[in-house]
């Protein structure tokens, strides 16, 4: 009995101590409340501005071989932040610029091929092939992501066709140059 008695008596003690302790991390705040004015406040929760994220997301992945890879995220206002990854001639991380016009146009093509029908994914299933991805911020401000390795459709394949020419020339891909 007394040992019964002693261990209630040590484990109330013990959390007594390590209560109070513990407390000061959890996560309270004191909020004050303020009484209703007459004017009418309409506060909104700050979203990240539209011109602070990519429109536009054009990635190359490798293969076995010398595939170029390399991945763009271009702006509305025509920033791209590049980086690239194997076998072309700028590696790494770069700040790159195109006019806001050919950004318009992209996007502008995007919706005359229907992006917006396009497969989630063309492939034949082989891992060898390198693949491209384009990912497309829609009006509605969700993301369209479309992965083409091989057995895409007609449309799909000249869509991807021009974006790989218009970024292959900025990232100077084949000898190209800026």
Same mark, same amino acid.
């Given at each position: 009995? =007394?040992?019964?008695?002693?261990?209630?008596?040590l484990?109330?003690?013990?959390?007594?101590?390590?209560?109070?302790?513990?407390?000061?991390?959890a996560?309270t705040?004191k909020?004050?409340?303020?009484?209703?004015?007459k004017?009418?406040?309409?506060?909104?929760?700050a979203a990240?501005?539209?011109?602070?994220?990519?429109?536009?997301?054009?990635?190359?992945?490798p293969?076995?071989?010398?595939c170029?890879?390399?991945?763009?995220?271009?702006?509305? $206002?025509?920033?791209?932040?590049?980086?690239? =990854?194997?076998?072309?001639?700028?590696?790494?991380?770069?700040?790159?610029?195109?006019?806001?016009?050919?950004?318009? $146009?992209?996007l502008?093509q995007?919706?005359?091929?229907?992006?917006?029908?396009?497969?989630?994914?063309?492939?034949?299933?082989?891992?060898?092939?390198p693949?491209?991805i384009?990912?497309?911020?829609?009006?509605?401000g969700?993301?369209?992501?479309v992965?083409?390795?091989?057995n895409?459709?007609?449309?799909?394949?000249?869509?991807?066709t021009?974006?790989?020419?218009?970024?292959d020339?900025?990232a100077?891909?084949?000898?190209?140059e800026?």
């Open positions: 009995m =007394r040992l019964l008695s002693l261990l209630l008596l484990g109330f003690f013990s959390f007594s101590f390590v209560l109070p302790a513990n407390a000061q991390y996560p705040k909020v004050k409340v303020k009484k209703a004015s004017k009418t406040v309409t506060t909104t929760k990240t501005p539209t011109a602070a994220r990519p429109v536009l997301t054009f990635e190359r992945t293969c076995y071989g010398f170029p890879a390399y991945i763009m995220e271009v702006y509305a $206002d025509g920033r791209v932040a590049y980086e690239g =990854r194997h076998s072309v001639p700028m590696m790494g991380k770069h700040e790159l610029k195109m006019p806001a016009a050919a950004v318009a $146009d992209m502008r995007a919706r005359e091929a229907r992006f917006e029908t396009f497969e989630k994914n063309y492939s034949s299933g082989a891992t060898d092939l693949s491209t384009v990912t497309i911020r829609q009006p509605d969700t993301l369209k992501k992965t083409v390795e091989a895409a459709p007609e449309n799909v394949k000249s869509y991807f021009y974006l790989t020419t218009q970024f020339q900025l100077q891909v084949n000898g190209l800026k």
